[in-house]
T-cell receptor
Framework: AQTVTQSQPEMSVQEAETVTLSCTYD???????LFWYKQPPSRQMILVIR??????QNATENRFSVNFQKAAKSFSLKISDSQLGDAAMYFCAYRRSNYGGSQGNLIFGKGTKLSVKP | NAGVTQTPKFQVLKTGQSMTLQCAQD?????MYWYRQDPGMGLRLIYY???????DKGEVPNGYNVSRLNKREFSLRLESAAPSQTSVYFC?????????????FGPGTRLTVL
């Protein structure tokens, strides 16, 4: 079974600085998708960034980027120029490819709580 | 366009009571999901419905039932609530059929079972 591990329960960053959140996963599949979701105090789950495993290029969305190391099964999130609004729980998630009968279920890590200091 | 909506937002039950959590999406999505989130844990899948008329168990289905009423609505029922079911419940939907499409989440229901 696939598993997702986030080894940092809490992280802290100074406003305008850069922070990296770690995620590792375990799978025997070669085709899959990885996601980072943000959960602010409002509880709403917000997709931050997505990476397709077959793409070697790391995904980027404005201040958010990932370092995807397929061989090492590592998928870290880098937040540049951190803002107060970035303070939230961040969840790493895995999903199998649709091919082969998967129904698109997400498997989540336990989350990292990010604090941003002014 | 409301996306994914859930009712109620908060609920307190006594042990043994029953209730149904409602979920609806207006994005014409095929697949819908129910997750629970406990403190210190990520979201865990309870049940899902790949398409209208089908439902399947997820990781933690015990104590729950679901109904895919139509393409828009997917309800989660607790027949006899237990304190272990105190959690935050999220409904999600996905268009399906494309490997890269995104799962969209509702705002969650905080359920407390006394």
């Amino acid at each position: 079974a696939q598993t997702v591990t986030q080894s940092q329960p809490e992280m802290s960053v100074q406003e305008a600085e850069t922070v990296t959140l770690s995620c590792t996963y375990d799978t025997s599949e070669s085709d899959y998708y990885l996601f980072w979701y943000k959960q602010p105090p409002s509880r709403q789950m917000i997709l931050v960034i997505r990476q397709e495993a077959y793409k070697q290029q790391n995904a980027t969305e404005n201040r958010f980027s990932v370092n995807f190391q397929k061989a090492a099964k590592s998928f870290s999130l880098k937040i540049s120029d951190s803002q107060l609004g970035d303070a939230a729980m961040y969840f790493c998630a895995y999903r199998r490819s649709n091919y082969g009968g998967s129904q698109g279920n997400l498997i989540f890590g336990k989350g990292t709580k990010l604090s941003v200091k002014p | 366009n409301a996306g994914v909506t859930q009712t109620p937002k908060f609920q307190v039950l006594k042990t043994g009571q029953s209730m149904t959590l409602q979920c609806a999406q207006d994005m014409n999505h095929n697949s819908m999901y129910w997750y629970r989130q406990d403190p210190g844990m990520g979201l865990r899948l309870i049940y899902y419905s790949a398409s209208e008329g089908t439902t399947d168990k997820g990781e933690v289905p015990n104590g729950y039932n679901v109904s895919r009423l139509n393409k828009r609505e997917f309800s989660l029922r607790l027949e006899s609530a237990a304190p272990s079911q105190t959690s935050v419940y999220f409904c999600a939907s996905r268009r399906g059929g494309r490997a890269t499409d995104t799962q969209y989440f509702g705002p969650g229901t905080r359920l407390t079972v006394l």
